[in-house]
């Protein structure tokens, strides 16, 4: 009986575990105001790159092609205007963060460069599905992002209890430099969110993020975007996407 009694209560626990929403079961809290530091690549990121400049992006010949047709005094069309704010680019923008919940299942970034919003579904199951899920809608921005939460193993240091991935697809063509480096239909967007601690209390949000493209690029492109958590909104100043500084 004590033996019945004990299983019961392991099947219970392990279904009200399965049953939990993503945001009760989230293992970081990723909530809040959060601005971009920029501690490298200042003179892409700050500045307009020259033509030509594609340093550390690895770009393959039709890459490097395509992003030799870009000019400096071209303007693009109105509802061009946010290919430097993709989601394979949007995190090295100088920017602030708003992250909330939508929902318990979603979790939802909004930036205030661009005024762009990422929608991160967790009920999307495992973030390689992302691909199955995005075939169902029309390529936008920031595409279609599933999530899940990574926990950390045996002997993590508990201010890094766990981490969030997440894959996005089902992108529009955009811009992975605003110098016209491009970035397919066909690229796929893997980032890894992670929270490290600050002297006097504060967190610092590291995102790496992985961009892949077999039409444009040879290998992967890796990034880390760092993001310093903020007391409250104050200085949050919403602005229009731009081809242009």
Request: glycine share 8%.
């Amino acid at each position: 009986m004590k033996i019945a009694t004990a299983t019961l209560a392991i099947v219970l626990i392990a279904g009200a575990s399965a049953a939990q929403t993503a945001k009760a079961a989230a293992p970081i809290d990723l909530t809040g105001y959060w601005v971009s530091v920029i501690s490298e690549d200042w003179r892409y990121r700050m500045v307009m790159p020259l033509k030509g400049d594609f340093r550390g992006i690895p770009l393959n010949a039709e890459g490097t092609r395509v992003a030799n047709t870009w000019t400096p005094t071209a303007t693009e069309p109105a509802a061009e205007q946010c290919k430097p704010y993709g989601a394979a680019a949007i995190m090295r923008i100088p920017t602030r963060l708003h992250v909330t919940w939508q929902d318990d299942s979603t979790l939802r970034l909004d930036t205030d460069a661009g005024t762009q919003t990422r929608l991160l579904h967790f009920e999307a199951g495992e973030a390689g599905r992302a691909g199955e899920a995005g075939r169902s809608q029309a390529p936008s921005w920031q595409g279609t992002s599933a999530a899940r939460w990574d926990r950390a193993g045996r002997g993590a240091p508990a201010v890094a209890a766990g981490a969030l991935t997440v894959v996005t697809t089902n992108l529009r063509p955009g811009y992975l430099r605003r110098n016209g480096v491009p970035y397919s239909e066909d690229a796929w967007v893997t980032e890894y969110f992670d929270l490290s601690p600050l002297p006097g209390n504060g967190q610092l949000l590291i995102v790496t993020t992985v961009v892949e493209d077999p039409r444009y690029l040879r290998q992967p492109y890796i990034l880390s975007s760092h993001f310093k958590k903020e007391a409250d909104g104050s200085k949050w100043d919403p602005t229009p996407c731009t081809t242009t500084w």
